[in-house]
């Protein structure tokens, strides 16, 4: 029996939802990130690097939210090579972040701060 072949997956593409795609744009390419499309007036897709997130147009905000803020998860990580500088760049830009660079046990350097909808964005330096 011929077999067929095997499809390969090349990666994965996140969604992210808001109530005011606009804003949240531009929030995500204040960061220096770039808008890669717009679909109508409900979504877009934002690169970062060689990947990309999407934002959806919703009506109501996105109930995972607070689940994620009181559990300090997050929704988005960006790994970054320089977190310091990664940091003080945001703060330039008026971005505060919601705690100060800190190490983790597995040491890594991080921060996070919130978007314009409240999701937890996290940027990592890993040290490998």
């Given at each position: 029996m011929p077999t067929s072949p095997t499809a390969v997956v090349t990666g994965v593409i996140t969604?992210?939802?808001?109530?005011?795609?606009?804003e949240s744009i531009g929030f995500y390419t204040s960061l220096g990130f770039k808008l890669e499309f717009r679909f109508q007036d409900f979504y877009a897709g934002?690169?970062?690097?060689?990947?990309?997130?999407?934002?959806?147009?919703?009506?109501?905000?996105?109930?995972?939210?607070?689940?994620?803020?009181e559990g300090d998860h997050f929704h988005l990580y960006f790994p970054t090579d320089d977190v310091e500088s990664k940091a003080a760049?945001?703060?330039?830009?008026?971005?505060?972040?919601?705690?100060?660079?800190n190490t983790t046990e597995w040491g890594s350097k991080?921060?996070?701060?919130?978007?314009?909808?409240?999701?937890?964005?996290?940027f990592a330096e890993n040290s490998d």
């Open positions: 969604q992210i939802r808001t109530t005011d795609i606009e934002i690169k970062v690097g060689d990947q990309q997130f999407h934002l959806k147009l919703v009506d109501d905000k996105d109930p995972s939210i607070e689940f994620v803020s760049e945001l703060r330039n830009k008026g971005i505060t972040p919601r705690n100060g660079i991080e921060f996070s701060i919130t978007d314009n909808q409240g999701h937890i964005l996290y």
